[in-house]
């Protein structure tokens, strides 16, 4: 069952042959929940738990890939999508689910924008979570009863798609051309050549798709737009 602690176990990596998941939510009792969710109907035979983004990454980086990434988006070392673009990232090849009690239109866009392979309520039953695992199994992404696609949500996914695909280096790198530092700045304080942090912000501006800082600035700007989560305490 999950623990109090950050990472629900200290023994060695998980057999690679065996179906395993992990849990990050920083709410112990409903990873007890998930998991029992996850072994009664994913015959997982391995599931883990991570309170925070860190220690999920910590996880994933000694480990297998796991056949399933159950993520909660109302973490407290992340905000907005940062936390799934930063796990995508770091293994890329296992299917997120979101799990959230944030179930906008816009909530749930943003998600699937990011690389999200699913999106279930927090509230949602067994059944729901059955029919969730299915679907990602066949290699399609799942959605919530009700979801109704917006006409903002093409524009919203676009950005968030092009921002999911920056390395970590890059998104450092453009934070702090958000900041209005310039490339010799940028370059001390990340202590590398000026000219790598050229070549950076010439593949950031390609895969944003702008020619210019100050159009970075404006995507980056709208994207904290669509990635302004509710209160998960006003949250349904």
């Known amino acids: 069952m999950a623990a109090n602690a950050q990472i629900s176990s200290d023994h060695d990596a998980p057999d690679p042959h065996h179906r395993w998941a992990l849990i990050i939510d920083d709410h112990p009792l409903f990873c007890d929940a998930l998991e029992l969710t996850l072994r009664a109907t994913g015959e997982f035979t391995d599931v883990r738990t991570a309170t925070n983004i860190e220690a999920g990454?910590?996880?994933?980086?000694?480990?297998?890939?796991?056949?399933?990434?159950?993520?909660?988006?109302?973490?407290?070392?992340?905000?907005?999508?940062?936390?799934?673009?930063?796990?995508?990232?770091?293994?890329?090849r296992s299917p997120v689910l979101v799990v959230s009690s944030m179930t906008e239109n816009n909530v749930i866009t943003g998600a699937i924008a990011a690389g999200a392979s699913g999106f279930v309520p927090k509230h949602s039953g067994r059944a729901i979570f059955k029919q969730?695992?299915?679907?990602?199994?066949?290699?399609?992404?799942?959605?919530?009863?009700?979801?109704?696609?917006?006409?903002?949500?093409?524009r919203q996914t676009q950005i968030i798609e092009r921002l999911s695909s920056l390395t970590n280096q890059q998104s450092r790198i453009l934070e702090l051309i958000c900041e209005g530092k310039l490339n010799k700045q940028i370059a001390f304080d990340l202590t590398i050549a000026e000219g790598t942090v050229k070549a950076h912000v010439t593949a950031i501006m390609r895969k944003l798709g702008v020619q210019r800082r100050t159009q970075a600035v404006l995507v980056v700007q709208e994207a904290r737009y669509f990635e302004a989560l509710p209160n998960a305490e006003q949250a349904p």
């Open 132 to 154: 969730a695992l299915d679907e990602i199994t066949n290699d399609r992404v799942y959605k919530p009863a009700g979801f109704v696609e917006s006409e903002s949500s093409e």
């Open 57 to 92: 990454l910590r996880v994933l980086d000694r480990a297998p890939p796991p056949a399933l990434i159950l993520l909660d988006l109302n973490l407290p070392d992340v905000k907005g999508f940062e936390g799934l673009v930063r796990i995508k990232r770091q293994s890329d």
